[in-house]
């Protein structure tokens, strides 16, 4: 198995700052999705949520996180990979 490096900046660092700054937009673009969804919600006058209803929905959201993120959040084909694991 070789571990190493995909690039320069890496090997010295050890943090791919591009990485770490693309999921931190991408969590506060979900972030502020949910906001706005609950937001439009409120405006077609839903109200606010039952309390029975809370549990479910933050389970739902925990659970299926990738309903509202921005990012490429595909699972690697094996077949193409050849069978082997990422």
Do not use: M
């Amino acid at each position: 198995h070789d571990a190493t490096p995909a690039s320069a900046s890496e090997a010295t660092s050890g943090v791919d700052v591009a990485d770490v700054l693309k999921y931190g937009f991408g969590t506060a673009s979900q972030l502020g999705l949910i906001c706005a969804f609950f937001h439009l919600l409120d405006r077609l006058g839903f109200g606010s949520l039952p309390t029975a209803c809370v549990p479910p929905l933050f389970a739902f959201l925990s659970l299926r996180s990738r309903v509202f993120s921005p990012l490429d959040n595909r699972r690697p084909d094996r077949r193409t990979q050849g069978g082997a694991a990422t």
